[in-house]
C-alpha cells in the first residue's frame, strides 16, 4: 500500500514482454519535468542520461509530447520526425516509440514509454493494453497518496488522544495533590518526555532570586547527578536556557546548542549531559514567571508546533498546581488562625458567664 516501486517495475516489465517491445520506461511528474522511476531492458549508459535529463513537456520527445498533451504518442520512427531531438537517441538505439500519460481525473502523474530497435509500429491491440498499464499505475499512485494521508491523519489523531490523555492525567494528578506540588511535577517531566520523542524533561522553580530543580526524567547517561549539581543557579540571560525563558519570559526553542552564545560553565556542563537542542517554556502566573518546564535532545534538530503548543499546556498546568497549594496552604492556615480565635472567644465566654453566675 505504501511502496509503489514494485507496481511500477512489474508494469514496465509485463509492457515490454506484452507488447514484444525492446525496452520500457516509466517517469514520474513532480508538477513541472518528468523523472525516471522504472526501466526493463535499459542499459546502463541510458539510464543514467535519462536520470541526469529530467524531461520537460514539450515536443523533442515522445514523452515529453505525451505529458504535454495528455494523450497517446505513437511514432512509427523517430529518425522521421524531425521535432524528436532528445539526446538518449546518442546513447541508444531508437526507432519505433510509443508513450502513454499516467492521468487520473486530468491530472498528469508520469508517463509509460515502451519503444524498439527497429521500424516496427505498434498495434491497437498493444496500444490498448499499454493504456490500461497507464491506467493501472494511476491507480496505484492515487492508492499510495491515499493511505498515505490516511495514516498521516491517524498519527495526528493519535498524537492529539496521547496529549489529551497526558492533559487529563495531569489535572487528575492535581486534584489529587492539593497540599503537595511535587506528583504534579513528575507527572509532567514523565509526560514532556514521551510525548516528545523520549527526551530529557525537566521542570524549575524560581524562588525570586534562584532557579530550583524541581523534577527531572529519563536524563541521558550521567545526566541526572550533573543536572542536580547545576541548580540552584540565578537565572542570567547568557546562561542556561532555561534561565533565558524565564529572564525574557517567552519561549526558547534552541535547535543547536553550538550555535548559542553561552558562558563557558554552561557549554561545559551542556557537553557532558549531551545537550544539543532544547525547548523551554516558563510558567506564567499574572504576567511574572515562576517557573520553567523544558524538554531536551542529544541531537540537533527542532521540536514541532504541537510539542511546543503541549510543552506550553503543562506549563499552565503547573502554574495551576502551584497556585492550588498555595491557596490550600494560605487557607489551612486562616482555618487554623480561626480556629484558634473562636477557642479564645469560647474561654472568655465561659469565664464571663463563671464571673456571672459568681457575683
Known amino acids: 500500500a505504501f511502496d509503489i516501486q514494485p507496481v511500477f517495475d512489474a508494469l514496465v516489465e509485463n509492457a515490454v514482454k506484452l507488447c514484444e517491445a525492446k525496452q520500457g520506461n516509466l517517469f514520474r511528474f513532480d508538477g513541472e519535468r518528468l523523472h525516471i522511476a522504472a526501466t526493463h531492458?535499459?542499459?546502463?549508459?541510458?539510464?543514467?542520461y535519462l536520470e541526469q535529463h529530467p524531461i520537460t513537456p514539450g515536443r523533442h520527445t515522445a514523452?515529453?509530447?505525451?505529458?504535454?498533451?495528455?494523450?497517446?504518442?505513437?511514432?512509427?520512427?523517430?529518425l522521421d520526425d524531425p521535432e524528436y531531438t532528445f539526446g538518449v537517441l546518442q546513447v541508444e538505439q531508437v526507432r519505433s516509440v510509443l508513450a502513454i500519460p499516467i492521468l487520473r481525473v486530468d491530472q498528469l502523474f508520469g508517463v509509460i514509454l515502451i519503444y524498439r530497435?527497429?521500424?516496427?509500429?505498434?498495434?491497437?491491440?498493444?496500444?490498448?493494453?499499454?493504456?490500461?498499464?497507464?491506467?493501472?499505475?494511476?491507480?496505484?499512485?492515487?492508492?499510495?497518496?491515499?493511505?498515505?494521508?490516511?495514516?498521516?491523519?491517524?498519527?495526528?489523531?493519535?498524537?492529539?488522544?496521547?496529549?489529551?490523555?497526558?492533559?487529563?492525567?495531569i489535572l487528575r494528578v492535581i486534584s489529587q495533590s492539593p497540599t503537595d506540588v511535587q506528583p504534579v511535577f513528575d507527572a509532567i517531566v514523565r509526560s514532556a518526555s514521551r510525548l516528545c520523542g523520549g527526551e530529557y524533561a525537566i521542570v524549575t522553580r524560581y524562588d525570586g532570586q534562584l532557579l530550583h530543580l524541581g523534577a527531572q526524567h529519563n536524563p541521558r547517561p550521567g545526566a541526572a547527578p550533573d543536572t542536580v549539581r547545576f541548580f540552584p543557579q540565578s537565572p542570567q540571560r547568557d546562561g542556561a536556557i532555561v534561565a533565558r525563558a524565564l529572564v525574557d519570559a517567552a519561549v526558547i526553542h534552541v535547535q543547536d546548542v553550538e550555535a548559542e552564545a553561552l558562558t563557558p560553565a554552561v557549554r561545559q556542563f551542556y557537553d557532558r549531559i549531551s545537550l544539543r537542542a532544547a525547548l523551554a517554556v516558563p510558567m506564567i502566573h499574572e504576567g511574572r514567571p515562576i517557573g520553567v518546564v523544558s524538554v531536551s535532545r542529544a541531537t540537533p534538530g527542532a521540536?514541532?508546533?504541537?510539542?511546543?503548543?503541549?510543552?506550553?499546556t503543562f506549563a499552565d498546568q503547573a502554574v495551576i498546581a502551584i497556585q492550588n497549594v498555595r491557596l490550600f496552604t494560605e487557607l489551612e492556615a486562616r482555618n487554623s488562625e480561626l480556629r484558634v480565635s473562636l477557642e479564645q472567644q469560647t474561654a472568655t465566654s465561659e469565664l464571663l458567664k463563671v464571673i456571672g453566675r459568681s457575683t
Open 63 to 78: 514523452t515529453a509530447r505525451a505529458a504535454l498533451q495528455r494523450r497517446t504518442i505513437h511514432i512509427h520512427d523517430v
Open 303 to 312: 521540536f514541532s508546533p504541537s510539542q511546543i503548543d503541549l510543552l506550553r
Open 117 to 169: 530497435h527497429e521500424v516496427r509500429p505498434f498495434s491497437e491491440g498493444q496500444i490498448a493494453l499499454m493504456e490500461t498499464f497507464a491506467d493501472q499505475a494511476a491507480i496505484a499512485i492515487e492508492n499510495v497518496r491515499l493511505f498515505t494521508e490516511l495514516e498521516a491523519k491517524n498519527a495526528s489523531l493519535t498524537e492529539s488522544l496521547e496529549q489529551q490523555t497526558a492533559t487529563s492525567e
Open 41 to 48: 531492458n535499459v542499459p546502463s549508459r541510458a539510464r543514467e
